[in-house]
């Protein structure tokens, strides 16, 4: 998961960018970058860590442009290291390009470029993206390139390249700065772009554009190309018949809850999944004294539900801002350390009290069997834990970093889930031997159907239904699977960390 960004027709473009990578933060805290067009130069800063903090004034003296592009990374494919970090810069015709996703046949255009004596220097899966673009670019001339060259290019690109994926890119086009955004035909990752007196910009997040003062103009469709210059018409062309199916973990969790993705307030569906939550649990009949988000994400719902179910809600966390967000920390041993500093409580909140946490998802559980446990050491009389969204039973292969059957904390009790995901019966039958397993007294999921009931239109939910709206066969499924498990191989990955803290 990734943070893209570009902006075009600003004197300070560098320095927006970096404004705007720090609105984009939360999508990766890995490593970040932002890159320029300055003439014949293609000038680009690539560091680790966080962008406000890495990049200073000097850097920024070194971006000069009025086009520039940025990006946050969160490294699904390929490591943490700074080699891997974006933007990536192809010499020929000079292109700049940063993206958020997941290239589902990586290894097939790592093999396909190899042919070509084409040599890769990172494991980036936007590298070979790139790579492709440019070739196809330099087959049509050698320079002096069009928005049509470019246009074709990438039709030619997208035949080839596999997966969920949002870019954006530099070069210079018809002879002027050219900030690219492009989206797979299933528009699975988000993009949005807008305008602010002749200049755009591109962002993975509406509130990027807000920071900045543009005036948010939509999303960049599914299958969508636009070319946008500095005080024009942006060019707005199909690279393939777009069939949106837009992943609704963004609105689970990943996206912040200011954030406009796909035409709808993330808030506002946040309100939805707990008010349909709610319903779960009138139907199971639970009660509780008093309702308690894990912060931060699941607050909207946890709000929503407590007003359905007319119980008090409370504030029982108090988070410490200045810890990172662990789902997206690098390794388990780091979210389980950083874990202890993140979220301290309230006992008076929680003694003796019959308590209903409300959280977002259950990925690998490890986070929440501490935060169990913690509520446990409050005293309070039962534990009741409610999620707004259904069992996470399938591995993502579009770019959340979920991509392993057996990080799934749901499958130690649903080996084999049915495609479509759970029956009510079988949904139940989890939630009880998983509630066991974490010390509470009931677990409530939302069921997929409640969760469609919010969204009314055509998603990517395969993480909790199975359902892959790119084709996947079993062989990339194993190639993609087994390229996350190296990868935490390196970092100390250990399954023993899911539970052992819990007591
Ligand atoms: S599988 Fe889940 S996390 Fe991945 S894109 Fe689909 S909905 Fe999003």
Same mark, same amino acid.
């Given at each position: 998961?990734?943070?893209?960004?570009? &902006?075009?027709?600003?004197?300070?473009?560098?320095?927006?960018?970096?404004?705007?990578?720090q609105?984009?933060?939360?999508?990766?805290?890995?490593?970040?970058?932002?890159?320029?067009?300055n $003439?014949?130069?293609?000038?680009?800063?690539?560091?680790?860590?966080?962008?406000?903090?890495?990049?200073?004034?000097?850097?920024?003296?070194?971006?000069?442009?009025?086009?520039?592009?940025? @990006?946050?990374?969160?490294?699904?494919?390929?490591?943490?290291?700074?080699?891997d970090?974006?933007?990536?810069?192809?010499?020929q015709?000079?292109?700049?390009?940063?993206?958020?996703?997941?290239?589902?046949n990586?290894?097939?255009?790592?093999?396909?470029? @190899?042919?070509?004596?084409v040599?890769?220097?990172?494991?980036?899966?936007?590298?070979?993206?790139?790579?492709?673009?440019? !070739?196809?670019?330099?087959?049509?001339?050698?320079?002096?390139?069009?928005?049509?060259? +470019?246009?074709?290019?990438?039709?030619?690109?997208?035949?080839?390249?596999?997966?969920?994926?949002?870019?954006?890119?530099?070069? *210079?086009?018809?002879?002027?700065?050219t900030?690219i955004?492009?989206?797979?035909?299933?528009? *699975?990752?988000?993009?949005?772009?807008?305008?602010?007196?002749?200049?755009?910009?591109?962002?993975?997040?509406?509130?990027?554009?807000? =920071?900045? $003062?543009?005036?948010?103009?939509?999303?960049?469709?599914?299958?969508?190309?636009?070319?946008?210059?500095?005080?024009?018409?942006?060019?707005?062309?199909? #690279?393939?018949?777009?069939?949106?199916?837009?992943?609704?973990?963004?609105?689970?969790?990943?996206?912040?809850?200011?954030?406009?993705?796909?035409? %709808?307030?993330? /808030?506002?569906?946040?309100? =939805? !999944?707990?008010?349909?939550?709610? $319903?779960?649990?009138?139907?199971?009949?639970?009660?509780?004294?008093?309702? &308690?988000?894990?912060?931060d994400?699941?607050?909207?719902?946890?709000?929503?539900?407590?007003?359905?179910?007319?119980?008090?809600?409370?504030?029982?966390?108090?988070?410490?801002?200045?810890?990172?967000?662990?789902? #997206?920390?690098?390794?388990q041993?780091?979210?389980?350390s950083?874990? %202890?500093?993140? !979220?301290?409580? *309230?006992?008076?909140?929680?003694? $003796?009290?019959?308590?209903?946490?409300?959280?977002?998802?259950?990925?690998?559980?490890?986070?929440?069997?501490?935060? *169990?446990? &913690?509520?446990?050491?409050?005293?309070?009389?039962?534990? @009741?834990? +409610?999620?707004?969204?259904?069992?996470?039973?399938?591995?993502?292969y579009?770019? #959340?970093?979920?991509?392993?059957?057996?990080?799934?904390? +749901?499958?130690?009790?649903?080996?084999?889930?049915?495609?479509?995901?759970?029956?009510?019966?079988?949904? %139940?039958?989890?939630?009880?031997?998983?509630?066991?397993?974490?010390?509470?007294?009931?677990?409530? /999921?939302?069921?997929?159907?409640?969760?469609?009931?919010?969204?009314?239109?055509?998603?990517?939910?395969?993480?909790?239904?199975?359902?892959?709206?790119?084709?996947?066969?079993?062989?990339?499924?194993?190639?993609?699977?087994?390229?996350?498990?190296?990868?935490?191989?390196?970092?100390?990955?250990?399954?023993?960390?899911?539970?052992?803290?819990?007591?």
């Amino acid at each position: 998961m990734c943070g893209i960004v570009g &902006i075009v027709g600003s004197r300070e473009a560098s320095r927006e960018v970096l404004i705007a990578l720090q609105a984009v933060q939360h999508r990766g805290q890995d490593s970040c970058g932002i890159a320029t067009i300055n $003439g014949e130069r293609f000038p680009f800063i690539r560091k680790l860590g966080l962008a406000g903090r890495a990049f200073n004034e000097e850097d920024l003296s070194r971006l000069p442009g009025i086009i520039s592009v940025g @990006h946050t990374r969160y490294p699904t494919v390929g490591r943490g290291s700074l080699a891997d970090a974006q933007p990536l810069f192809y010499r020929q015709p000079g292109v700049l390009l940063a993206h958020n996703g997941n290239l589902v046949n990586y290894s097939d255009l790592v093999q396909r470029l @190899h042919d070509k004596s084409v040599h890769l220097l990172t494991n980036c899966d936007a590298e070979p993206l790139l790579c492709e673009f440019a !070739l196809n670019l330099m087959e049509i001339r050698d320079r002096d390139h069009t928005i049509e060259d +470019a246009y074709n290019a990438l039709c030619k690109t997208w035949k080839v390249v596999d997966g969920a994926y949002s870019i954006v890119a530099a070069m *210079i086009l018809d002879g002027k700065e050219t900030l690219i955004a492009a989206r797979d035909y299933r528009g *699975i990752r988000p993009a949005v772009w807008g305008e602010r007196k002749g200049a755009f910009m591109v962002a993975s997040e509406s509130p990027a554009l807000d =920071a900045l $003062g543009f005036k948010a103009r939509g999303d960049i469709e599914a299958g969508e190309v636009i070319f946008f210059q500095a005080g024009k018409q942006p060019v707005r062309k199909k #690279i393939a018949p777009g069939d949106p199916a837009p992943c609704i973990f963004e609105q689970i969790y990943f996206a912040r809850p200011d954030s406009n993705v796909e035409g %709808r307030s993330v /808030y506002s569906q946040r309100l =939805a !999944l707990g008010r349909a939550l709610a $319903g779960e649990l009138v139907e199971k009949g639970i009660q509780a004294e008093v309702v &308690i988000p894990i912060p931060d994400t699941s607050r909207p719902a946890a709000m929503a539900l407590a007003e359905e179910l007319s119980i008090p809600y409370r504030e029982g966390f108090i988070k410490n801002r200045y810890t990172g967000r662990t789902f #997206i920390m690098g390794d388990q041993a780091k979210r389980r350390s950083e874990l %202890r500093l993140k !979220l301290n409580p *309230i006992r008076s909140e929680f003694e $003796g009290k019959d308590v209903l946490l409300v959280d977002d998802s259950i990925v690998r559980g490890t986070t929440l069997a501490r935060t *169990i446990s &913690i509520v446990r050491g409050q005293g309070a009389e039962k534990v @009741h834990l +409610a999620i707004y969204s259904p069992p996470v039973l399938f591995p993502c292969y579009y770019g #959340i970093d979920m991509s392993t059957r057996e990080e799934l904390a +749901a499958r130690i009790f649903e080996p084999s889930p049915p495609k479509g995901g759970l029956d009510m019966e079988r949904q %139940r039958r989890l939630e009880e031997e998983f509630a066991g397993q974490l010390g509470l007294d009931t677990l409530t /999921y939302l069921s997929v159907e409640k969760m469609d009931g919010t969204w009314n239109s055509e998603r990517c939910a395969a993480c909790f239904d199975g359902r892959y709206p790119i084709p996947l066969s079993e062989e990339k499924k194993k190639a993609i699977e087994n390229d996350r498990r190296s990868g935490r191989d390196q970092r100390q990955f250990d399954l023993r960390f899911r539970f052992i803290d819990a007591g």
